[in-house]
């Protein structure tokens, strides 16, 4: 459903218009009350654009992101003084240590600095840690963008005569905006090309910009014309030679990016504006010339670019990518070059930030993305690698143009203006939205700021107001004393829901090139509270339980909370969960169902997905067993908020009964439904109940 469009107001203190907490007999609010119908209406809307809501946490690519305002509205009910539990309250964590010991995309870090709190952030992987580290500290933006004024000028004189083309109409000079190739397949009596679709672009007066079939030449027509003759050129619908009648292959025995061929340059003239033309000679040569510096091999530490073995790099073993650079054409290839080369000269307190810009720029320069365009509602020419969570392969690859000068999805320019500007600007004055007389609308809170002082130490932390500490660290042995945290508020890997360590090499294996000291790049990702296989649950129980643990001893007592959300349609996720949280001796103070997920992001459309989270609020056990939470006969799976509602109450139930483990395993599988035989996840597991239908 659109939204109103938000209009722009500013608030001091404390405003009336949400649900306050009450304060709770030991002073943690969030025991007693929470605002979930306020929550539940931010994360509907902040779900559509994520991005757009926390740009300042936005700076790097990441997995499973959760909603800001849910965790604002979670931290905001720890604050001590009941009236600054207000959501659009300023402050409220003065002098508390909140840690997150999973730090992932950041979100607790950011949300609880806001509040004045001093945060601890750890995390096993170096790219959360790079990225909280760069998007905490607090820099003039005048002074980041004289250095990437200075860092794209250097780099377009090295690149952009590599992407230079010509206008078919004047044929004067033009710049390439992007190319697009197809695949070589190879059948028992030919090499043919293969494309998504041989309609590029659809205009609104119903013309369509076309490629042809027989000579690879561009043209328009008002209707698609039928193909006559020999093909060379097919749809990825055209599975079978015609001649032949033989399949057509991938050609795995070469290296990825010599298995697509160059058909269409979209460029930029100065007079005539964008066109689409077939690649022509003078392209070619250009082609060709980044193509012999490639292959003399003198330009990426192609020993370090290994691609391992793991769930999701095993669908790139498996078309025999065994190299990252191979998914890269040469002349992106040259951008990863120059770009390590350059930033070798940056100052190192701009050199994180600048690092992660190029290594998040290449999600959208490889030839793993593909061409989206043809619609003539034109959404982005782009779909970027990670558009479903997993590696595709295009049919139709698209190879953009890192430093071309227009404002368009995926350049270094364009990601500068997101990713940089607009963070360092929203993190100066943060922007929450606001439902204002039937319309939501745009609230400046002043007076906060997201981001802080920099520290190293536990008591560099405690005697500095305003400041983050952030870790690379095996969670389940941290540098902290006992009973040093206030609150530890986290968001953890759901099971099995994205095996994002291992996604992350795809960006880990340049960041290490461009950073070695900022990080411990030899860690093992194994490591990683994620069930790779649906064998693993005793390794995510582990991992899981020893940072609980980890967790309970830090804890101040009385009042110290772990709170995470969590959902999951599989018993086996709960199930680890549970005994995870028993062996580390919590018990479950209360739970809240809250909104979670956009319903039509394409990673879970159509995928009869959980849309809500369960807010778990549990505190260490202390004297003898209690029994706040009754059992259930059965979990409900009648809608997506009523089943996360019941796991998480037979999660409290759980660990209040004096169960062995064995007996809390019968009381999950007893009462947990299978999926509804019509889901589209039962159906393609034959019934079985299949992994995170969200993730």
């Known amino acids: 459903m659109p939204h109103p469009q938000p209009q722009q107001l500013a608030l001091d203190g404390v405003e009336a218009g949400l649900a306050t907490a009450a304060p709770s007999p030991d002073g943690v609010g969030i025991d007693t009350a929470f605002p979930v119908d306020t929550v539940n209406a931010l994360a509907g809307i902040e779900t559509f654009n994520k991005h757009l809501f926390r740009p300042n946490t936005y700076l790097h690519k990441w997995w499973a992101r959760r909603s800001g305002t849910t965790f604002r509205a979670i931290l905001k009910q720890l604050a001590d003084d009941p009236a600054r539990r207000d959501y659009y309250a300023m402050g409220g964590l003065e002098n508390k240590v909140i840690l997150d010991p999973m730090m992932g995309g950041g979100t607790t870090v950011h949300e609880a600095i806001r509040l004045g709190a001093r945060v601890i952030g750890s995390d096993i992987d170096p790219i959360p840690v790079l990225q909280a580290r760069a998007s905490l500290l607090r820099l003039p933006l005048a002074a980041k963008a004289a250095v990437f004024q200075q860092f794209v000028e250097q780099l377009s004189a090295r690149l952009a005569p590599l992407f230079e083309t010509t206008c078919p109409t004047c044929q004067g000079s033009a710049e390439a905006q992007f190319v697009l190739y197809g695949i070589k397949k190879a059948c028992a009596c030919r090499t043919a090309l293969m494309v998504n679709s041989l309609a590029l672009r659809e205009e609104a007066d119903g013309r369509v910009v076309r490629l042809a079939p027989d000579t690879g030449e561009v043209y328009i027509s008002a209707t698609p014309r039928d193909a006559v003759g020999v093909l060379t050129i097919y749809e990825k619908s055209a599975r079978i030679c015609p001649d032949c009648q033989q399949p057509f292959a991938e050609q795995k025995d070469i290296p990825y990016w010599q298995r697509y061929a160059p058909l269409v340059v979209v460029g930029q003239c100065p007079a005539h504006g964008q066109f689409f033309k077939a690649v022509d000679d003078a392209d070619r040569s250009r082609l060709a010339a980044a193509e012999d510096v490639y292959l003399s091999r003198a330009c990426l530490p192609f020993d370090t670019l290994g691609v391992p073995r793991g769930p999701k790099s095993s669908d790139l073993l498996a078309r025999g990518v065994t190299n990252y650079a191979d998914l890269f054409t040469p002349r992106q290839a040259l951008y990863l070059t120059h770009a390590h080369d350059l930033l070798q000269a940056v100052e190192p307190a701009h050199r994180e930030w600048l690092a992660l810009l190029v290594s998040t720029s290449l999600e959208f320069n490889s030839l793993l993305c593909g061409y989206k365009g043809a619609d003539k509602r034109r959404p982005g020419a782009i779909r970027h690698v990670f558009s479903h969570h997993a590696y595709s392969f295009p049919y139709t690859a698209l190879e ?296």
């Open 400 to 695: 953009n143009n890192p430093v071309f000068s227009g404002a368009t999805s995926g350049t270094l320019g364009r990601l500068y203006r997101d990713r940089i500007v607009a963070a360092t600007r929203w993190a100066s004055a943060p922007i929450e939205r606001k439902y204002v007389n039937g319309a939501w609308q745009k609230v400046t809170l002043r007076g906060e700021v997201d981001g802080g002082q920099r520290v190293t130490s536990l008591d560099e932390l405690q005697a500095t107001p305003n400041s983050f500490l952030v870790m690379q660290q095996d969670s389940s042995r941290l540098p902290l004393p006992d009973a040093s945290v206030d609150h530890v508020v986290t968001d953890p890997p759901y099971f099995d829901s994205v095996q994002y360590s291992d996604l992350a090499d795809f960006f880990r294996v340049w960041l290490r090139w461009f950073l070695p000291d900022a990080a411990r790049w030899d860690y093992d990702v194994g490591d990683s509270a994620v069930a790779e296989t649906a064998k693993a649950g005793a390794k995510y129980q582990a991992v899981l339980g020893a940072i609980w643990r980890e967790a309970h001893r830090v804890l101040k007592r009385p009042n110290g909370r772990l709170i995470f959300t969590f959902h999951h349609w599989r018993p086996d996720a709960w199930l680890h969960l549970t005994l995870a949280l028993k062996h580390a001796d919590f018990r479950l103070v209360t739970t809240y169902t809250v909104h979670s997920e956009n319903p039509i992001s394409v990673h879970i459309r159509q995928l009869n997905a959980l849309k809500h989270d369960s807010i778990l609020v549990l505190a260490p056990k202390a004297g003898e067993p209690t029994s706040a939470w009754p059992p259930l006969d059965r979990i409900t799976i009648s809608d997506s908020h009523t089943f996360c509602t019941d796991c998480a109450h037979l999660l409290g139930y759980c660990l209040d009964a004096d169960l062995t483990d064995d007996e809390i395993a019968q009381v999950w599988r007893v009462r947990f439904p299978l999926l509804p035989p019509d889901s589209p996840r039962r159906r393609r597991d034959g019934g079985k109940r299949g992994s995170d239908l969200e993730n």
